[in-house]
């Protein structure tokens, strides 16, 4: 009689049924968990890392591992390679108990939050409790049975925990489920407990057989297809507001199809960037609070938005300031109903991105926007444009502006080129001014905007770009406050030869909440990087850090190339992005800003409250702007 099982321990079952799994999206297939970080402690070495340095030495492309130097920071790469992937693809990501299980954390929440899917494996303490309580193990006396893991439960899209060795089948099942709906995806998270890790356990083979994961690409229903179109034909100036779901469709080519059958314009969130090239005639750019002013001049006078694939939030609205005629209607094309209903949308469609646009291009077939309407969004995206150029011109400045340097960055990039961001002032800069030339050029973590993303969300870039045999390169760009929360994975990247392009810009402090803390009355108070001054009793001093980031990125073992101030700043920034480029190995290169050159204009407003009481004149000041800023906020789009 054949066998029928396997005789295993639990943490081997899992691995090796993760490595089983494929994604298929269309004709596309490709393995769903392509590999494994882990950093390892006591929780998880005789488990999970058992597990994967049996693999390695038996049968070592089943599952790859991959070292990583801080547990946040192995979600980040499993984001970043996901976004490559077009959410096909991810990576797990295996950490000890206690600190290095809470570590995960927040890139739990930044998954979730950017609807990306990444696949946790948080160690527990023992299940059977035999020795409790053990090295890094939370203890409260109203649960005994609870520990540090339960903090994943609201950041998750999953969550279970196998307590016995029986539960690994349909817990690992359900997980894939998640992980692979593009409705429900997410941070999904198993947690181990150390013990249960080691068991054995004889595992059936159908369990450890090839599994395939397609991909729920649902059509338009036939009635709120109907509604949106009626919506859309009577539109006098109608208006696509294009987000991350677009992308993770492939529907970039039926989204041109249609906007140029029809003349419909297109605003971009964050995530949207990349959904038309720059220079298309009907991409305005950004909309929102950090958009462009020819997106949101348009979107000002819209009578019909049109959202695909958008979270709608408060950045991509103006936090609901940004739609302003009377009669605004929004049509709501998501995949998942939760956003398709976002602000009270009375015509939510709940489907496929791509498949929805191919509908609405057979639907409205023969439409088109007005000639009026046509040279309204011309004019806008002109200006815009001559706006933008205005911004990149070379200044001669010492320290030259932040929009310079995206300028130089942009000139001595190549179209394939892919520029990663995260948080900061870059975010909203590059969302108005970055030229974006290909689908997967734009990665600008902007949902969980999250400090010390930039660095390991790139190198998961990368990873993802590699793994698809494309070599092209991945340009970091991170200010000198969000380098400091997060650089480690350099090491990472020089350990494994894996090529980035990292550009340092110092300003000395925050920029971005420095010019927020001057816009709510708290002029600057804790934004810049200074040496403290005991009489003031605060940071507020001219005497900046003596910090050399050059010199720390040097010591990980990459290239450095230090631009130094002066009016030849952006000449040489460009000459050093060539030699990097030019380059197989990673390289940091450094240059200084001034962050008070700010990008134009864009008329965007992003609410955050102001204090209603204050004896600083500056608040008081900050108070009525906001108040008046306000009155434009509408409490529901729909």
């Known amino acids: 009689m054949a066998q029928s099982t396997k005789r295993m321990t639990v943490s ?40 994967l340095k049996q693999f390695n030495a038996e049968q070592p492309d089943l599952m790859p591992y ?113 992980l692979t709906d593009p409705a429900e995806t997410g941070a999904v998270t198993i947690a181990l407990p150390e013990d249960v890790q080691a068991e054995v356990i004889d595992v059936p083979l159908e369990f450890l057989q090839e599994r395939e994961w397609h991909l729920r690409r649902p059509l338009p229903e036939a009635g709120p297809l109907a509604r949106a179109v009626a919506a859309i034909r009577a539109a006098k100036q109608p208006l696509i507001v294009a987000g991350g779901g677009v992308l993770y469709s492939g529907a970039e080519q039926q989204l041109r199809a249609l906007v140029e059958a029809t003349g419909i314009p297109v605003g971009t969130s964050q995530a949207g960037g990349g959904v038309l090239g720059w220079d298309h005639p009907q991409n305005l750019g950004g909309i929102g609070a950090t958009g462009t002013l020819a997106a949101n001049r348009v979107a000002a006078e819209a009578d019909v938005v049109i959202g695909i694939g958008t979270r709608y939030s408060d950045f991509t609205t103006a936090s609901r300031t940004a739609f302003q005629h009377p009669d605004v209607v929004f049509v709501s094309i998501n995949v998942a109903s939760f956003d398709a209903h976002k602000h009270g949308s009375q015509l939510p469609v709940v489907a496929d991105a791509r498949e929805t646009l191919v509908a609405l291009a057979r639907e409205l077939d023969g439409h088109r926007v007005s000639p009026e309407f046509a040279a309204r969004v011309a004019r806008e995206k002109a200006e815009w444009d001559a706006a933008v150029d205005a911004a990149f011109a070379p200044s001669g400045l010492p320290l030259p502006g932040q929009p310079e340097i995206i300028g130089a960055v942009q000139e001595a ?15 909203g800069d ?14 600008v973590e ?47 990247a020089v350990a494994e030869g894996i090529k980035l392009i990292v550009i340092l810009i110092q300003n000395h402090g925050f920029a971005s909440i420095g010019h927020l803390s001057e816009t709510v009355g708290s002029e600057r108070f804790g934004t810049w990087y200074r040496e403290y001054d005991p009489d003031a009793r605060n940071f507020q001093g001219e005497k900046t850090l003596p910090v050399d980031l050059a010199m720390n990125a040097r010591s990980y073992g990459l290239d450095v190339i230090e631009v130094a101030p002066g009016p030849m700043a952006v000449v040489e920034l460009k000459a050093a992005i060539a030699q990097a480029k030019a380059s197989d190995r990673s390289t940091f290169i450094h240059i200084n800003s001034d962050p008070l050159i700010y990008a134009p204009d864009g008329a965007g407003w992003w609410d955050v409250p102001v204090a209603g009481v204050s004896t600083l004149d500056s608040t008081q000041r900050a108070r009525e702007e906001y108040v008046s800023q306000r009155a434009a906020q509408r409490p529901l789009l729909g």
């Open 66 to 178: 991959h070292q990583a130097r801080n547990e946040q920071a192995m979600v980040h790469q499993s984001v970043g390679y996901a976004r490559m992937h077009r959410r096909r693809g991810t990576f797990a990501s295996a950490a000890s108990v206690g600190p290095g299980a809470t570590n995960l954390l927040t890139g739990a929440a930044l998954a979730t939050t950017n609807r990306m899917p990444a696949l946790l494996l948080p160690s527990d303490t023992f299940a059977t409790r035999v020795a409790d309580p053990v090295l890094q193990q939370l203890e409260q006396p109203w649960d005994t049975g609870l520990t540090v893991n339960d903090a994943f439960r609201p950041l998750s899209k999953f969550f279970d925990r196998v307590q016995r060795p029986e539960q690994l089948y349909s817990i690992a099942l359900a997980a894939m489920r998640v």
């Open 12 to 51: 081997q079952a899992l691995v090796e049924f993760l490595a089983r799994q494929w994604t298929v999206d269309g004709d596309i297939r490709e393995r769903t968990i392509p590999g494994m970080f882990g950093i390892f402690g006591h929780g998880n070495v005789a488990g999970i890392g058992q597990a």
């Open 430 to 443: 590059l969302h108005k001014l970055w030229r974006v030339r290909d689908p997967l050029g734009y990665h």
């Open 413 to 427: 990039s190549a179209p394939e080129d892919v520029i990663v961001q995260a948080a900061g002032s870059l975010p």
């Open 446 to 492: 902007y949902a969980y905007s999250c400090m010390g993303y930039e660095i390991a969300g790139g190198l998961g870039a990368k990873r993802g770009l590699l793994a698809d045999g494309d070599d092209r390169d991945v340009i970091v760009m991170v200010g000198d406050g969000s380098y400091l929360m997060l650089n480690s994975e350099l090491v990472t």
